[in-house]
């Protein structure tokens, strides 16, 4: 077995890959052991995944949506007590309650008040740049490599696959320095869809590949909402714009699938 980006030996790997990180939710989209290497999955989760979880958009989603890191806490973001306050704001991953720590140097002020309002940002700066690009590069990689798991002579071809080299190696070199990654909401953050199953659920991430008339193959991922499309085979995206205006601005996870979204009630205080 080799690494699906060193192409390295890697069959003594003991790392199970997670194609999106368990921090915005993913629990079952996983690469087995050796898929990708124990050294290229630690090089991700710091140098590539890190950067991403921490950008200030995806730390406040991660706040709002109570979603824990690996060591079970939900990032922290700064809020503000009305009307200028500053606080540091908290949320249990458990029963999702919330709690704020105020300065010590403004203890005086709030004392002087019968009531304020807490204030909540919403929309931080998202990732952009190689940080957003070699995210998505990545994921698109171990998407492309989930689906050929099953037999492994078509993951060997993958692997050797010259055409896929460029995407791996931005994943995991940063190089070429540039590759475009289309961003767009598509559908509230707290959408929700009706399972197979009869029980409503929160639409948390989903994915699919598009091949354009141009014969060009795009990835899509939605993380709550948010779409992100990447080309798989070079650094622009003028194909994926052709597409939306040839197809009213579908997204190609659903324009196929015609499902329906509802967006969820704010959950209630306390």
């Not at 950008?55 to 991660?62: G, I």
């Not at 650094?235 to 052709?242: A, K, Q, T």
Request: contains cysteine; aromatic residues 8%; proline residues 9%.
């Amino acid at each position: 077995m080799r690494c699906i980006f060193c192409k390295a030996e890697s069959s003594a790997s003991r790392s199970i890959e997670h194609i999106l990180p368990e921090s915005i939710g993913n629990s079952k989209l996983l690469l087995p052991k050796g898929v990708v290497c124990d050294k290229c999955n630690n090089y991700f989760a710091k140098a590539v995944e890190k950067p991403f979880l921490e950008a200030e958009a995806v730390r406040q989603m991660r706040f709002h949506e109570g979603l824990p890191s690996k060591k079970g806490r939900v990032p922290s973001i700064v809020g503000l007590l009305d009307p200028d306050v500053p606080v540091r704001l908290f949320r249990d991953a458990k029963d999702r309650a919330l709690s704020a720590a105020v300065p010590t140097e403004h203890f005086g002020r709030l004392a002087e008040r019968p009531e304020g309002r807490l204030l909540m940002p919403m929309g931080g700066a998202p990732p952009s740049g190689t940080v957003l690009s070699r995210f998505f590069a990545k994921v698109a990689t171990e998407s492309m490599a989930a689906r050929l798991t099953y037999d492994p002579r078509l993951l060997e071809q993958f692997i050797d696959d010259p055409q896929l080299d460029p995407l791996r190696n931005h994943a995991r070199r940063g190089q070429p320095l540039d590759w475009s990654v289309h961003v767009r909401r598509i559908y509230p953050a707290n959408a929700r869809t009706l399972g197979p199953d009869g029980s409503w659920g929160q639409v948390m991430h989903e994915s699919d590949f598009l091949v354009t008339p141009r014969q060009e193959i795009y990835f899509a991922q939605a993380i709550f909402g948010i779409e992100y499309t990447i080309n798989i085979g070079g650094p622009d995206v003028d194909g994926y714009l052709e597409w939306l205006d040839a197809n009213n601005q579908a997204s190609p996870l659903y324009a196929p699938k015609n499902l329906e979204l509802y967006e969820m009630p704010a959950p209630r205080p306390g």
